[in-house]
Every structure is written in structure tokens, then in C-alpha cells.
């Protein structure tokens, strides 16, 4: 009976094999090789973030460091070479004020000296013509004086009937005397009111000479306040442009980089999901909308 | 049939594993297919008294007909159940849900499951492809687009990353 005795069934190797493939490789093992992969893809993507911050920080500070040395070095060109042509230009109008008053100090001088000029002359010839009328009047009252002596010494015999006369004759030639003084000093008393006219009037020349001086001076600092004020005008425009053009750019930058960020963003995680595993989520957010989604299918 | 008389198209349960609107136009072809065998096989025989084959049901109809508790013996149920699913393949009301990768079958079915729970009973779904996404899912109803994706995420995101890249730049 021995030797018919049924042998006990015995497996192949394969089948062996693909039953320990089957004990190895069960839902624990699977389920610890899916956890493994979702940590090591969750590592990648924090390196990548941390990465892409690092990089985003640095060229932030590079960008930003090169734009304000940039817009500081155009800025300081920009205001000295407004300081410059401002500085000129103010130097050319103060040279031409400084002439323009120069010329009219001169002709003011060269007035007054020709003023002078004439009232010394005018003094000269009146001076001349007194001594002259005087002159005059002296060989005048001497030729009277010789007559008369002559006459008394030739008529000393009837001296007593002549004396009448002769007190005449000198009481006329003491009235003639007073007369030509009378004259003489209203001689003098004219010229001395013509003097005084000539000098008043010369006075209100000088007067009036000062007071366009003084006009002048006056125009030549309003225009020099107003050449500052407008200095001071274009100077804060310019500041104001500047600002706004610097401020436009920073804006720029930033909006393209925000932009390069979502790309980036986009473009790392675009298949890192798959539909099922984003399906709590979805069935979540669907839930949050489920008011709506429900009233506008019963539409 | 037993209520195909009583029932109209408002009232059928559709199963879960009808989820697109693929799928109720596939139903109904089958329906259509099997109306025209049944037909053919009652006329042979009543010419050769012998009896013919019975047809195969798919699987999906099969499911159909159980929940709805129908049966096709009869021509004329059976005309009148292919017009109820017609008005039902046109009136059910669709629902158009863009992926960011292939959604498989087992998560459709989860879905197509909530809408009938929460929106309506006879929800059918289109199904897209949009890679552009990036994850999430763009729901599209007869009058509102909902998108839930990632992309929409970093857009609404996109004012506060500025400021804070304003931040770090320094200006505040």
C-alpha cells in the first residue's frame, strides 16, 4: 500500500516565486512606497520654493541696488547740469545789468560834469562883466572928478558964485553914484538868482538821474527773485518727474516678476496631481458652492 | 414592464455608473439595439416556432432597468421607454467639469454621486481636459462658470504676491 500512496502536492518554483512577488509586494507595502513617494515629492517642492525664494530675494536686491545707483547718478547729472546752465545763464544777465548800469552811471557823470562845466563858465563871464562895469563906472567917476577939479581950478576966482554949481554937480555925481551902486546890486542881486535857478535846476537833474538809478536797481532785483523762484520751480518739477518715472519702473518690475513667479509656479506643480487625489478637495469646494450650483440647475 | 406606463422620464433613477452624457446616449443605443433583436427574434418565432436566442443585456442597461424595476417584454413599453430616455438624454440637466489631468472613472463616479445628491437627480456630466489648470477643476453649469483650480488660486494671489515682492524690494 506503501507504494501507492498519493505523494503530496508540491508547487512549482514559478508559482513559488509569484507567491512571495505577491506576499512582498502587498496593500502595506504599496501603501508605504505611495507615502514614500508623496514625501519626496513634497521635499522637491519645498527645495524648489525655498530655491526659487532665494533667487527671487537676490535679484530683488541686485535690480533694486542697480536702479537707485542708476537713477542717483542720472539724477546728479541731471542737476548739475542744470546748476551749470542756470549759473551761466545768471552770470550773462548779471554781466549785462552790470553794464547796462555801468553806461548809466556814466552818462549820469558825464551830465553832471557838463552841468558843472557851464555854471563855471556862466560864473566866469558874469564874474568878467561885474569887474568890467565896475571898471567903467571908476574911470567914469574919475574923468567926472578931473572935470571938476579942473573946472574949480580954472574958475577958483568966481568959486563963490560956482559953488552953488559945484555942490550940484557933486550932489549929481553922488546921486549918480548912488544910482550906479543901486544898479551894481541889482546886477549882482540878478545874477545871483540866475546862479540859484541854474543850480536848482541842475539839482533836479541830479535828482531825477538818482531816482532812475534807483528803478533800475530795484528791476534788477525783481528779476533776480524771479529768476531764483522759477530756478526753484523747475528744480521741484524735475524732482517730481523723477520720482514718478522711478516709481513706474519699481512697478513694472514688480508686476513682470509676479508674473515669472505664477509661470514658474504653474509650470512646477502642473503634474504633480492627479484627479483622485485632488478629489476631497474638489468635492469640498463643491460643497461650499453647493447653494448655487443647485439653484442654477433648477433654472 | 411593469411601471414604464406610470413612469416618465422625470421620474427614472439613473445609475451610478451612468455618469456622462456619453453614457445615457450609449444606453439608449443599447436600448434601441436590443428593441430591434427582440423584435427580430418574436417575429422568427412566430415563422419558425422556433425559439431564438435571448439577446445579451449590457451590463449598464441591465442596472438601469433593475433600478427603475422595467422589464422589455413588450414592443410597445419598450417603444415608449426609448422615448422617455430620448426626452431624458436631452432634458437631463449637464454638467461640464474640466480636469487638469485625466480624471478616471472611480472619482467621476464620486462626483456624478454629490451633484445628483446635492444639485439634481439626473445630473450627467461632459467631461474636459485642460492642462493649463494646473490642479483643481473648472465646473461649468448651464449659467455660471465655477473655477476651483489652482491657475484661479494664483491669480486671486496675484495682488498680495505684488506687494510683497514691492516688500522685499524695498518700497514698502
Keep these: 500500500m506503501a507504494l501507492f500512496k ?32 508623496r514625501e519626496y515629492f513634497r521635499q522637491v517642492i519645498d527645495k524648489s520654493t525655498a530655491n526659487l525664494k532665494n533667487d527671487v530675494d537676490a535679484s530683488i536686491a541686485g535690480i533694486s541696488q542697480g536702479l537707485k545707483e542708476y537713477m542717483l547718478g542720472q539724477l ?9 546752465d542756470l549759473t551761466r545763464h545768471l552770470d550773462r544777465r ?28 556862466k560864473y566866469q563871464q558874469l564874474s568878467q562883466t561885474l569887474q568890467q562895469t565896475i571898471a ?36 549929481s555925481s553922488r546921486q549918480q553914484s548912488k544910482q550906479l551902486k543901486e544898479k551894481l546890486e541889482q546886477s549882482v542881486a540878478q545874477l545871483e538868482a540866475d546862479m540859484r535857478r541854474v543850480f536848482e535846476e541842475s539839482k533836479a537833474r541830479i535828482d531825477a538821474a538818482n531816482q532812475a538809478q534807483d528803478s533800475t536797481l530795484k528791476t534788477l532785483s525783481a528779476s533776480a527773485s524771479n529768476l531764483e523762484s522759477q530756478y526753484q520751480q523747475l528744480s521741484d518739477t524735475i524732482q517730481k518727474s523723477v520720482d514718478q518715472q522711478k516709481d513706474m519702473m519699481v512697478g513694472a518690475f514688480t508686476e513682470h516678476m509676479a508674473r515669472i513667479i505664477d509661470h514658474y509656479l504653474l509650470e512646477a506643480l502642473g503634474d504633480q496631481y492627479d484627479v483622485k487625489a485632488q478629489l476631497p478637495g474638489i468635492i469640498e469646494q463643491l460643497q461650499q458652492n453647493k447653494q448655487v450650483i443647485a439653484d442654477d440647475m433648477k433654472l | 414592464m411593469t411601471d414604464s406606463k406610470q413612469k416618465t422620464y422625470a421620474d427614472f433613477v439613473l445609475p451610478a455608473s451612468l455618469v456622462t452624457r456619453l453614457d445615457l446616449s450609449r444606453l439608449l443605443i443599447d436600448l434601441e439595439r436590443l428593441d430591434n433583436e427582440l423584435t427580430t427574434s418574436t417575429v422568427r418565432e412566430k415563422v419558425d416556432s422556433s425559439r431564438a436566442a435571448q439577446p445579451v443585456i449590457p451590463e449598464q442597461l ?22 422617455q430616455l430620448r426626452i431624458l438624454k436631452d432634458k437631463a440637466p449637464v454638467v461640464h467639469m474640466t480636469f487638469a489631468s485625466t480624471a478616471d472613472r472611480e472619482s467621476l463616479i464620486k462626483l456624478a454621486d454629490w451633484l445628483r ?56
Design chain 1, 6 to 37: 498519493t505523494k503530496p502536492d508540491k508547487k512549482s518554483p514559478e508559482d513559488e516565486a509569484a507567491q512571495l512577488a505577491a506576499d512582498l509586494f502587498d496593500e502595506t507595502y504599496k501603501e508605504e512606497l505611495r507615502n514614500y513617494g
Design chain 1, 76 to 84: 546728479d547729472a541731471t542737476v548739475a547740469r542744470i546748476n551749470s
Design chain 1, 94 to 121: 548779471l554781466a549785462e545789468y552790470d553794464r547796462v548800469t555801468r553806461e548809466a552811471q556814466d552818462l549820469a557823470v558825464q551830465s553832471l560834469n557838463r552841468n558843472a562845466h557851464a555854471l563855471h563858465e
Design chain 1, 136 to 171: 567903467s563906472q571908476e574911470a567914469m567917476m574919475i574923468t567926472v572928478f578931473e572935470e571938476n577939479r579942473a573946472r574949480m581950478a580954472s574958475t577958483q576966482s568966481a568959486q563963490e558964485s560956482v559953488m552953488s554949481s559945484l555942490n550940484d554937480n557933486v550932489e
Design chain 2, 62 to 83: 441591465e442596472e438601469f432597468l433593475r433600478l427603475n424595476n422595467l422589464d422589455l417584454d413588450d414592443t410597445n413599453e419598450r417603444s415608449y421607454l426609448i422615448r
Design chain 2, 117 to 172: 445628491q446635492s444639485a439634481h437627480p439626473q445630473t450627467v456630466l461632459t467631461v474636459g481636459l485642460q492642462p493649463s489648470l494646473v490642479a483643481g477643476v473648472s465646473v461649468r453649469t448651464p449659467n455660471r462658470v465655477h473655477d476651483f483650480s489652482l491657475r484661479r488660486a494664483l491669480v486671486g494671489q496675484h495682488d498680495k504676491l505684488v506687494k510683497q515682492l514691492e516688500a522685499l524690494g524695498g518700497k514698502g
